[in-house]
């Protein structure tokens, strides 16, 4: 059976990321989970076609450094903006 919708998700990638304690509500935020009993964080068989969103924790490849991701880097101006208002 042809399904033109699923032609480009990649079924042979298990999901499993390398999350850093201190990016994972930025993983959990994009809808990653905590496997306890594989101790990883993975992706959802149903957002596994969003992979590109999950890229710089992909355990397998690594792409770009995690501390690039969109929302770290939006974490980290809202935090400086905090400490500009308290200074």
Not at 35 to 64: G, N
Request: proline share 7%.
């Amino acid at each position: 059976m042809y399904l033109p919708h699923k032609c480009n998700v990649d079924t042979t990638w298990d999901g499993v990321l390398r999350v850093p304690f201190e990016q994972k509500d930025c993983a959990k935020k994009l809808g990653a989970a905590w496997d306890a009993a594989r101790r990883v964080w993975v992706v959802p068989a149903s957002l596994r076609a969003r992979r590109h969103e999950f890229a710089a924790w992909d355990a397998h490849r690594q792409a770009e450094p995690p501390s690039t991701h969109p929302l770290l880097l939006l974490k980290r101006a809202n935090i400086t903006r905090e400490i500009a208002r308290l200074v």
